[in-house]
């Protein structure tokens, strides 16, 4: 599986930006982390899509998307991301095609409400995945949306912290709900990660809200910086500084 993963990332040939640009309000995609049964797994579903590996030495290996990285471990968890306040990640892709042709091969095939340029895939552990055909997309995939069921004015949240929804990589759409949904920690898809490029005042922000309890913590041997904290809706966030450095 693992040679069958590197022999499609090598036939895709995807150049694998650096997080995007920030939004006026000084935010971006950071990494997700996912909590699986089998990284090995994991990884290859994610290669066949496009990705590549990426590394914050010497600390953290990730795999890298353009637009997003994700960081994954292996551990127990609670389920997939059905029930939670994060319904599935959406990513475009320049060929939907060829896309579900290399997911085939590692045994990974659409939900039946596919369409010629839309298609959902439950991936390893039960992480939902939208795949959305645009022709004119740079590289062959491309990390683009985080989709949240919550109750309605969740978006408000995201607005003023972090200038939802357009977050570059992680564009936030969302789905009413009369009440809350599950916490995404303890689930699959464990948290949702934001970059930032002034974590102090962030923090400080959140904290002055009595939105965040924790505290600050920097990363051994790497110039990486982060806090984590529970959205109103549910959603595990971690809030990072430093994932410019990812190579």
Do not use: C
Not at 83 to 88: F, H, K, Q, R
Not at 205 to 221: D, F, M, P, W
């Amino acid at each position: 599986m693992k040679k069958l993963a590197a022999l499609i990332a090598i036939a895709f040939g995807a150049a694998l930006a650096q997080l995007p640009a920030p939004n006026s309000a000084g935010a971006t995609a950071g990494h997700h982390i996912f909590v699986v049964k089998d990284v090995e797994a994991a990884n290859a579903f994610w290669h066949a899509m496009g990705a590549g590996d990426g590394e914050l030495p010497p600390i953290l290996k990730m795999i890298k998307f353009p637009g997003a990285l994700f960081y994954i471990r292996q551990g127990a968890n609670n389920g997939g991301t059905q029930g939670t306040s994060v319904e599935y990640l959406g990513f475009k892709v320049k060929d939907l095609k060829t896309t579900l042709a290399n997911l085939d091969k590692v045994g990974y095939r659409p939900i039946p409400v596919a369409t010629p340029t839309e298609a959902f895939v439950m991936g390893p552990d039960g992480v939902k995945v939208k795949l959305t055909e645009d022709k004119n997309l740079a590289t062959v995939v491309a990390a683009d949306e985080v989709h949240i069921i919550a109750p309605k004015g969740s978006s408000d949240f995201y607005a003023k912290y972090f200038g939802g929804p357009n977050i570059p990589g992680a564009r936030l759409t969302f789905t009413d709900s009369p009440a809350p949904m599950v916490t995404t920690k303890g689930r699959s898809l464990n948290t949702i990660g934001f970059e930032v490029q002034d974590l102090k005042a962030t923090y400080d922000q959140l904290k002055a809200a009595g939105l965040v309890s924790g505290t600050i913590a920097t990363a051994k041997g790497a110039d990486l910086s982060v806090f984590t904290m529970t959205a109103p809706d549910g959603t595990y966030l971690e809030i990072s500084q430093g994932l410019k450095n990812v190579k």
